[in-house]
């Protein structure tokens, strides 16, 4: 059996896996970072720990050097925490869960799949900002996440077209959080996150992308602290249309809710049409997460505003599955 755990800042999701086959699932909410371990602890006595061979855990940041799914010894560790300035709401969590199920089952062998392994793929003219080469050093990038879901996108469009897998996809994760990749080959060529994961598409409650003498502004306005919780917290369909559920948006029915829609596809549109660029052309289309899978009418405004390059081509709807794709990583390498 193997135990999958993806740690979050207030809560924390476990997977238990028979091979590749998910046979049982849990999640427990508001604990904080510092409640992971009580939670493991119990999660493991109501049989989340019988028979395991080995835990994978989902980390978000893995920085420029980890890129592949590994164990987990004091090395990775120490990598991983000198990744926390870079995603200081996330692998905190992370690591919290990693070094409470080690004390937990100190034999257990562990291993990490990181957000930002897929993109390692990038050319560096993509992940590279314009800065000087001191500043690049200090890790200011362009890294990318939500890897594991498109890591399963390509999995899953693959075993669906009997193991061929379109050379041009665009791949749309669209969710609380939502980016957009251009995979080649199966493999990352650009994707729309960059240093952190408040770039680019309009999100629930992040702004997406915005000038940076803007967030210069907002942090002489408001501090630092003040301008990190209104482009993380505050904006997105929530600045715009007061809720930051599109279910919410669409039964709303306010101008302000319908303009965030509207934003929102916009925006994907937009980005979307880069992210074909960065490919030199698009031979299929893929939607995942919460409002890539539910919600058609987003999809359908998404393809509409696309129809002049992607009418006629296939559109798959996946079905996430990063804790799967952990699972089958992990499965690989042991």
């Known amino acids: 059996m193997l135990l999958v755990v993806n740690a979050g800042s207030s809560s924390l999701k476990v997977a238990l896996f028979d091979g590749a086959v998910q046979v049982r699932a849990a999640q427990v909410g508001e604990i904080g970072t510092d409640g992971h371990r009580a939670a493991l602890e119990r999660l493991l006595a109501e049989g989340f720990g019988r028979g395991l061979t080995a835990a994978g855990h989902r980390v978000v940041h893995g920085g420029a050097d980890l890129t592949a799914t590994c164990r987990i010894d004091a090395g990775v560790l120490a990598r991983i925490e000198a990744c926390v300035p870079l995603a200081p709401l996330h692998n905190p969590a992370n690591l919290a869960a990693i070094r409470a199920l080690a004390d937990l089952a100190p034999d257990l062998p562990q291993f990490a799949s990181f957000d930002t392994g897929f993109h390692a793929t990038n050319p560096e ?9 001191a500043v690049e050093a200090e ?35 669209l969710g609380n959080g939502a980016s957009i990749c251009a995979i080649r080959g199966g493999r990352s060529v650009a994707t729309t996150m960059g240093y952190s994961p408040l770039d680019g598409l309009t999100m629930g409650t992040r702004s997406g992308g915005i000038d940076g003498n803007a967030v210069l502004r907002l942090a002489e306005l408001h501090g630092i602290a003040g301008a990190a919780r209104i482009l993380n917290r505050e904006s997105g369909l929530l600045g715009l249309g007061g809720a930051s559920d599109m279910r ?37 289309v893929a939607f995942t997460g919460g409002i890539g899978e539910n919600d058609a009418f987003v999809r359908g405004e998404i393809l509409r505003g696309l129809a002049f390059v992607a009418a006629g081509k296939p559109v798959f709807v996946i079905a996430a599955e990063e804790e799967r794709q952990i699972a089958m990583e992990v499965l690989a390498l042991l």
């Open 248 to 284: 919410a948006l669409h039964g709303a029915g306010t101008a302000a809710a319908r303009f965030a829609v509207a934003h929102f596809c916009y925006w994907a549109v937009r980005h979307a049409g880069s992210m074909i660029a960065a490919m030199g052309g698009l031979d299929a």
């Open 125 to 133: 003219v993509a992940w590279r900002y314009a800065l000087p080469a």
């Open 139 to 173: 890790g200011i990038r362009r890294y990318g996440f939500h890897g594991l879901s498109y890591a399963a996108i390509v999995r899953k469009v693959q075993e669906n077209g009997g193991g061929v897998l379109p050379e041009s996809l665009l791949a749309l994760h």
